[in-house]
């Protein structure tokens, strides 16, 4: 296959590939990706504290408040939907409608904080804390359009995940889906999901193919 | 008169917490003209707020270069996104 110098998104491994200068072909790391999404998340976090900060001193209006997060936090979706799925050329009109859907009610729970914040009900505190959890929703698109996106590349294969911890304090909910090891896609809730630490979790969920053959012997196991 | 130094003073708070200028005057001015009600009090209107909340193709290309513009993103992975298939 022929391609111009750049990234490309391999199907069949759920992989991101670049072409160097040099004409070397290497794929991106998963970990990469992983340091990616989280560089940005937390770029977003600190913007959207600043901007939350100026709202409770009373500097920014409700409404101006309430209009800057619903359009960093539309961006932030569709940021990390597509880093899951693939890059921008995968996204269809279905993902849309489920970032859609998402937003709407994301975006309600901002107008009532809005209120809030107008009426001088929230402190400083309580805001940061409403904050961490819209951006870890945000953060759950990525694990959300992986699963979607990722189909089993052939019949008679299988896809299986795992929950793998994060560099962070660990509640009893992730300690639980990290020991049950290996499980059918789709089976464990994505990092942030069903979960005591909620939108803090900074786990991971690891994703491979093999035959559909295997997937009992492969079922519970950590190996 | 007392609408413009609101204006501003918006513009400046947000260019305090970091939202590049563009954005800051694009985002209040949309307020202002949207708002429909005591835009200095009151929260977005709620059916607002619902339609807001719709994901189109050029929120896509806005979610895109906001992904090219941040510093948080390093140079070399920018295009990431941008990812062919294959």
Same mark, same amino acid.
Request: proline share 4%; aromatic share 6%; with cysteine.
């Given at each position: 296959?022929? /391609?111009?110098? +750049?990234?490309? /998104?391999?199907?069949?491994?759920?992989?991101?590939?670049?072409?160097?200068?040099?004409?070397?072909?290497? /794929?991106?790391?998963?970990?990469?990706?992983?340091? !990616?999404?989280?560089?940005?998340?937390?770029?977003?976090?600190?913007?959207?504290?600043?901007?939350?900060?100026?709202?409770?001193?009373?500097?920014?209006?409700?409404?101006?408040?309430?209009?800057?997060?619903?359009?960093?936090?539309?961006?932030?979706?569709?940021?990390?939907?597509? !880093?899951?799925?693939? +890059?921008?050329?995968?996204?269809?009109?279905?993902? /849309?409608?489920?970032?859609?859907?998402?937003?709407?009610?994301?975006?309600?729970?901002?107008?009532?904080?809005?209120?809030?914040?107008?009426?001088?009900?929230?402190?400083?505190?309580?805001?940061?804390?409403?904050?961490?959890?819209?951006?870890?929703?945000?953060?759950?698109?990525?694990?959300?359009?992986?699963?979607?996106?990722?189909?089993?590349?052939?019949?008679?294969?299988?896809?299986?995940?795992?929950?793998?911890? +994060?560099?962070?304090?660990?509640?009893?909910?992730?300690?639980?889906?990290?020991?049950?090891?290996?499980?059918?896609?789709?089976?464990?809730?994505?990092?942030?999901? %069903?979960?005591?630490?909620?939108?803090?979790?900074?786990?991971?969920?690891?994703?491979?193919?093999?035959?559909?053959?295997?997937?009992?012997?492969?079922?519970?196991?950590?190996? | 008169?007392?609408?413009?130094?609101?204006?501003?003073?918006?513009?400046?708070?947000?260019?305090?917490?970091?939202?590049?200028?563009?954005?800051?005057?694009?985002?209040?001015?949309?307020?202002?003209? %949207?708002?429909?009600?005591?835009?200095?009090?009151?929260?977005?209107?709620?059916?607002?707020?619902?339609?807001?909340?719709?994901?189109?193709?050029?929120?896509? !290309?806005?979610?895109?270069?906001?992904?090219?513009?941040?510093?948080?993103?390093?140079?070399?992975?920018?295009?990431?996104?941008?990812?062919?298939?294959?």
């Amino acid at each position: 296959m022929d /391609f111009l110098p +750049g990234y490309w /998104f391999d199907l069949r491994t759920h992989r991101y590939h670049v072409r160097l200068l040099n004409g070397r072909q290497q /794929f991106v790391a998963r970990a990469e990706v992983m340091r !990616l999404l989280e560089a940005h998340v937390n770029a977003k976090q600190d913007l959207l504290t600043g901007i939350t900060q100026q709202a409770i001193d009373g500097r920014l209006s409700p409404s101006v408040w309430q209009a800057t997060m619903q359009q960093e936090l539309k961006r932030l979706y569709l940021q990390n939907r597509a !880093l899951g799925a693939g +890059g921008w050329d995968r996204l269809t009109q279905q993902d /849309f409608g489920h970032i859609g859907g998402r937003l709407q009610s994301e975006y309600r729970h901002l107008r009532n904080m809005a209120q809030q914040i107008a009426n001088g009900e929230v402190s400083e505190a309580q805001a940061l804390n409403r904050l961490r959890m819209y951006l870890g929703n945000a953060r759950r698109e990525y694990w959300l359009a992986e699963r979607e996106h990722r189909r089993p590349s052939a019949p008679g294969k299988a896809i299986i995940e795992r929950r793998r911890l +994060g560099i962070a304090d660990h509640c009893d909910d992730c300690v639980r889906y990290n020991q049950m090891g290996w499980q059918a896609q789709g089976m464990l809730p994505p990092p942030t999901v %069903n979960s005591e630490c909620g939108g803090n979790c900074r786990c991971s969920l690891d994703a491979k193919e093999i035959d559909a053959a295997d997937v009992a012997a492969w079922i519970g196991t950590k190996r | 008169m007392a609408k413009v130094a609101w204006s501003e003073a918006q513009v400046q708070a947000l260019l305090e917490a970091g939202v590049d200028r563009v954005d800051a005057e694009r985002i209040v001015t949309w307020v202002e003209k %949207n708002h429909g009600g005591d835009v200095e009090r009151d929260p977005l209107p709620e059916d607002l707020t619902d339609r807001m909340a719709e994901v189109s193709e050029a929120d896509a !290309l806005d979610a895109a270069a906001d992904w090219m513009a941040s510093p948080a993103i390093p140079n070399r992975y920018k295009r990431l996104l941008h990812a062919r298939k294959a």
